[in-house]
Structure formats: C-alpha cells, structure tokens
C-alpha cells in the first residue's frame, strides 16, 4: 500500500486506505447534521482516524464537523462512522424536524414542512442571538 | 491498519467552542447563491464559529461515491462547501450551509437541500440571472425559501421589479440584506423561518 500524503487533497489511494477500500456506507442513515456522541475512548491499535473520531466527539459533534476537521469528504466520514455506530463505539442523535401526532404514527408528512413547535423554538433562539 | 493522516492534521476542534453534551438535534438552513453575492459573510456573521470548510465528493453521474474505482480514475467531482453554527438553545444547533449556486453542483445542493428547514437565495441586483437556475432547483425540489438582496450600494430596483425578473410566487418574501451585519444577517434567518412557520400553520388549519 502507498504512503499518501498527509493533510487535504483528493488522493484517491488515502481515501481508499482509509476505508479499507469500501466505497459506501452501508448505514446510510447518517445526515451532515447528525450530532455524533463517543461511547469509549480510542484503544491502541485503533486506526488513527477512527481514534480522532472518538477524541473530537466527546461531546456531541456534526457529522459535517467531523469530516471538516479530519479534512476528508463527507462520504468518506460516513463510512467511518457506519463501522464505529456498528460497534457501538459512538451514538448518532439524529435531526428532528417533524414532531406531534403524524410523525409518531410514522405519516410522511404531505411536504417538508417541519413541524410549528420546532420552529418556534427557532424563532426564540435567533431572536435572543 | 496504517495511519494515513497525522496527528496534527486532525488539530480543529480543540480551537473551537464545544457544544453543549444536552445538544441532541441538529437542523439546517442552506444559503444559495451566486459566487461573491456574500454568502460566507452572511455565514460568518451569525455563526457562533469561525465558519468551517469541507468538501463532498461525487462521481461525474452525480451518485455520490459508490463507485470507488471512479475516485481512484479521477472520474469524480470534488465541491468544497462553507458551514457555521448557531446554538439556538441547550438542545438545538442550527447549521448554516453556503452553497455555490452554479449548475455544475447541483448534486451537491440536493444533498444539502435533503431535511433542511429552508433555503436563502442571496441575489445581487446587478446580477439577477445568477440566481435563476438556484431558484429553479428549489421550486422543483419543494424547499421552501426566501430571497435575500444583498446590498451592494447600487440598488435601485424595487421588490415588484425582482420578483419579476425571479418569476417569483406572490407569497415567497423578498427582503434587504446587508451581509456584513450580523443584525442583518440575522433578520434574514428570521424572516426565513417566520415565513416557513407561516407555510406550516396554514397547511395544519387547511387539513
Ligand atoms: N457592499 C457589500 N459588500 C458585501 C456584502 N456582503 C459581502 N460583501 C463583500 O463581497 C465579497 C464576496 O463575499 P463572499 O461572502 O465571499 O461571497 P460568496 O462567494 O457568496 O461566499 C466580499 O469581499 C464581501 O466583503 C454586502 O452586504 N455589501
């Protein structure tokens, strides 16, 4: 296998080093903004991007977050984390913008409206900005 | 497995205010536009952090990397993107993306588009046709969305003249915008989320 350069670029050998070679997540669950929480600290041995994982998301981290300070594109993170979730090595809290009655009956509501509570506590929180 | 990265590639989040450990869900909001029309000073101005940068990686038929042999001919197509946060309270955390509004990327905004609350379009009056295609892609995929005029010192049209030349539905609001201002730029997200609350509440009173 050939050394890649470090920092950012779009080698493709890193981002198949990185992955093992596996080109998608098979856990396709994961949105940019799907806070990430660590269950463990890295072990030694780890791989050193799955470690970093681990240390960054101590408390809870975006998905997008994640990938802009490993400096790897979003698909490639995804991947990382589907096996760390696998593991149970971190939890995913995923975003929620449907609330109320039609989306606890698992109703795909009629566009992507979310939901009018979510969207008050929006409203509050960017007036007090 | 080898390190492929070192440790100080991976410094970031040590410079950057955490969040809370209650923060539990994440939302979004895209601002779309034409490159230079101010969408990472908008960013910059509301985030709570230095706005950051990552890039998502798709092959030319624009179906994310499922096909690695395609990054590894060089096939694929890499788009960098801007983000900033806000912590609206101890749960929520609104992502601001900035998203280029050329056509070559749309892959790239139906991705970002997926579960967003709404979308801004920051147009420039001297160049309303850049937002042309932005706006179309947004009607089509039923994101709901405001436009935001960014001032840049030449503006002598009115909001019925731009809501012409955008072809724009009565009831999608226009607003003034200097994004430089971080009360601006605030008002903006405001309008765009009094608007998509609007949209919300009348759709419940019409069942
Ligand atoms: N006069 C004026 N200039 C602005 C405004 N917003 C941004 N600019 C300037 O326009 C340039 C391009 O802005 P930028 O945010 O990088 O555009 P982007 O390509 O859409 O992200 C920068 O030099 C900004 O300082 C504004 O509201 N008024």
Known sequence: MSAARPGRDDDPDRLYTVTGGRSRA???????????????????????EQAAILRMCRLPT?????????????????????????????????????????????EVPAARLPDPTILEQVLVGLRNL | MDSVISESAVSGPAERKPLSSSAENGLKIVVVG?????????????????????????????????????????????????????????????????????QRFWFLWDRLFQGTLGAVVLVDTRRLD?????????????????????????????????????????DVPIVACDA???????????ALVEHLHHLSTARERTP
């Open chain 2, 34 to 102: 034409g490159f230079g029309v101010g969408k990472t000073t908008l960013v910059r101005s509301v985030s709570d952090i230095r706005p950051l940068n990552t890039e998502e990686t798709m092959t030319q038929a624009g179906q994310g990397i499922d096909d690695l042999s395609s990054v590894r001919q060089k096939t694929s197509t890499t788009v960098a993107f801007d983000f900033g946060r806000i912590s609206l309270n101890e749960q929520t955390v609104l992502y601001l993306f900035g998203a280029p509004g050329q």
């Open chain 2, 130 to 170: 850049e937002s042309w295609y932005a706006i179309d892609r947004l009607e089509h995929h039923g994101t709901p969305f405001i436009v935001a005029r960014n001032d840049f010192g030449a503006d002598s049209y009115s909001a019925d003249q731009i809501r012409e030349a955008l072809d724009l539905d009565p």
């Open chain 1, 26 to 48: 098979h856990n396709d669950s994961f949105d940019l903004v799907t806070l990430i929480v660590s269950e463990c600290e890295p072990t030694a041995g780890m791989q050193s």
């Open chain 1, 62 to 106: 975006a998905v997008v977050e994640v990938a802009s300070d490993l400096r790897l594109p979003v698909s490639i993170v995804k991947i990382l984390l589907s096996d760390l979730l696998d593991t149970g090595r971190i939890t995913a809290r995923h975003p929620q913008t449907m609330r109320g009655p039609a989306a606890r009956r698992g």
């Open chain 2, 180 to 190: 430089r201002s971080r009360e601006s730029s605030k008002q903006v997200l405001i």
